[in-house]
């Protein structure tokens, strides 16, 4: 199945091969996985659902916590044990594929129960162990199969191996495994996984930012796909439009796995900046390796140094904001895309503070129709992709809207719109028609419904008036 292609009609989804029994009579059916049949069972995880649901007042709410929350524990993960160590391939759901981003992003918000939890703590512990084990087999790679079995992109012209599902090169492929190591080791305080194979990932983490920084000719990448679709395969041969080699970092795609316009794709290098100073400390305390931690910090000074001089550009109506991409000539794109990182997103990584007034004309700017895939229609409006058809919004740049908000009304819009525009299903999706929420592309799709989840309980804790309204 290709990535993110179909369109899901039905007012009714299914999870993949798992059928659901729905209940005419009742307004909330049962549509979470049965106990028989989920992946991973987490006792915390549960006990959390538990408490959720005796607290939030709105029912539909609750229903949908209790859906969305654990779907990546109940339907995509595959944990085990290999040569004593924990090991944990996670699929997106739909699509039978690790990717570094998605696997990322799925377990994030279990880290906080991980600490009291020794099962969950050995899953997230084998996401770790799994991630950097296909780094080394190619940090090139966006996703990975669980064996060396082939894929459906086989004959895409790139350095394709066996392991490989897909070999689009994207910046955030690889600070992703950064963020998840940093807060789990954080969080739980276990260095278990942060072993050999660990750091040899990581260096070569650091030294394909070097070399994608093209300061020496163009390096070894390049990537070709026979498709319609011209956003598949970057121009020029595979290496992407020319830029100017400035200290930024080159990414032939962008987190929607979509080509990028210009190479140096913005939120996506200070994504790098936070995973490289994340890294760097690491490096001393987990490792004593001064070599490693000194070229993180250096590097990381480079890009955000670059950042400042290339990234920040003046927009004609909002002043100044962040370009979507640059090339370091002086050209620029005036967008966003809802896959994060995203511009919207840069505070939930820790890229720049909600306040920064860059970031606050930015998100004025993306948030307006400025942004050519900003949509508003009858049933939502928010940011959507060009990854996905004209006028269909995302679930996760809403999410993200509501994460990175300091605004109690919009907050409050984001909660309706996400509450009113699951078609009837209890679960997120990729994406959904601004007039129509029947019409969405993907009914199982984890990481959206996990970020979900993940937004409730921060409510809860943070803003819990708004839940009870």
Same mark, same amino acid.
């Given at each position: 199945?290709?990535r993110?292609?179909?369109?899901q009609?039905s ?5 993949g ?7 005419? =009579?009742?307004?909330f ?8 049949k ?18 939030l007042?709105?029912?539909?709410l ?8 654990p ?5 995509? &993960?595959?944990? =085990?044990i ?8 996670v699929i ?9 981003r ?10 906080t129960?991980a600490?009291? !939890? ?8 084998g996401?770790?162990n799994?991630q950097?084990? /296909?780094?080394?087999i190619?940090p090139?790679?966006?996703a ?15 350095e ?5 599902h897909? +070999?689009?090169?994207?910046? $955030?492929?690889l ?9 789990y080791w954080?969080q739980?305080? $276990? ?9 040899e ?5 650091v030294?394909?930012f070097r ?9 070894p990448?390049?990537?070709? +796909? ?28 962008r ?25 760097s ?5 987990l490792?004593?390796d001064?070599?490693?931690?000194? !070229? /993180? ?6 890009v955000?140094?670059a ?5 920040i550009?003046d927009h004609? !109506? ?5 370009a ?5 000539f002086?050209?620029?794109l ?10 919207l997103s840069?505070?939930?990584f820790?890229? /720049?503070? &909600?306040?920064d007034?860059?970031? &606050?004309?930015?998100?004025?700017? *993306?948030?307006?129709?400025s ?17 996905t058809?004209e006028?269909?919004? %995302?679930?996760?740049g809403?999410?993200?809207q509501?994460?990175?908000?300091v ?6 819009? /984001? ?11 209890g679960f997120?999706?990729e994406?959904f028609?601004? $007039?129509?929420?029947k019409?969405?592309? +993907?009914?199982?799709f984890? %990481?959206?419904n ?5 937004? *409730? ?13």
């Amino acid at each position: 199945m290709k990535r993110r292609h179909f369109l899901q009609t039905s007012a009714l989804a299914t999870l993949g091969a798992y059928l659901i029994d729905f209940l005419p =009579s009742d307004q909330f059916p049962v549509v979470r996985v049965p106990k028989s049949k989920r992946k991973f069972t987490s006792a915390s995880v549960e006990k959390l659902i538990a408490s959720m649901k005796t607290n939030l007042r709105n029912p539909e709410l609750a229903w949908l916590f209790e859906n969305c929350f654990p779907n990546t524990l109940d339907t995509t &993960v595959d944990f =085990s044990i290999k040569n004593n160590k924990p090991d944990t391939f996670v699929i997106t759901g739909d699509i039978h594929a690790m990717w570094l981003r998605d696997s990322t992003a799925q377990v994030m918000p279990y880290l906080t129960l991980a600490k009291q !939890d020794l099962q969950l703590r050995k899953l997230l512990a084998g996401v770790i162990n799994r991630q950097a084990k /296909c780094i080394r087999i190619d940090p090139y790679a966006n996703a990975f199969n669980k064996g060396a079995t082939g894929s459906e992109w086989k004959n895409d012209l790139t350095e394709m191996k066996p392991e490989l599902h897909e +070999r689009k090169w994207e910046i $955030d492929s690889l600070c992703y495994p950064i963020r998840l190591s940093y807060h789990y080791w954080k969080q739980t305080k $276990d260095v278990s996984p942060f072993d050999q194979n660990w750091h040899e990932a990581m260096k070569l983490v650091v030294e394909t930012f070097r070399v994608q920084q093209r300061k020496n000719g163009k390096g070894p990448y390049s990537f070709m +796909r026979s498709s319609p679709r011209s956003i598949d395969t970057p121009p020029l041969d595979g290496y992407g439009f020319p830029i100017k080699p400035v200290g930024l970092i080159a990414s032939m795609f962008r987190p929607s796995d979509d080509a990028t316009v210009f190479p140096f794709l913005v939120p996506s290098n200070y994504f790098a900046v936070v995973s490289l100073r994340q890294l760097s400390e690491m490096a001393t305390q987990l490792f004593k390796d001064k070599e490693l931690q000194l !070229d /993180c910090i250096e590097l990381a000074s480079e890009v955000e140094s670059a950042l400042k001089k290339y990234a920040i550009v003046d927009h004609p !109506d909002f002043g100044k904001v962040f370009a979507y991409e640059v090339d370091g000539f002086g050209n620029r794109l005036y967008m966003d895309d809802a896959n994060a990182p995203s511009l919207l997103s840069m505070p939930y990584f820790g890229s /720049c503070a &909600v306040d920064d007034p860059v970031y &606050v004309n930015t998100r004025r700017m *993306i948030l307006s129709p400025s942004n050519p895939y900003y949509y508003e229609g009858k049933a939502a409006k928010g940011i959507g992709a060009p990854h996905t058809p004209e006028n269909y919004i %995302w679930h996760i740049g809403l999410i993200m809207q509501a994460l990175t908000s300091v605004d109690d009304n919009e907050i409050r819009q /984001c909660l309706h719109i996400l509450k009113t525009t699951h078609a009837g299903t209890g679960f997120m999706h990729e994406s959904f028609h601004k $007039d129509d929420p029947k019409k969405f592309t +993907r009914s199982w799709f984890a %990481w959206a419904n996990t970020l979900f989840g993940e937004l *409730i309980w921060k409510i809860q804790r943070e803003k819990p008036h708004l839940l009870a309204e």
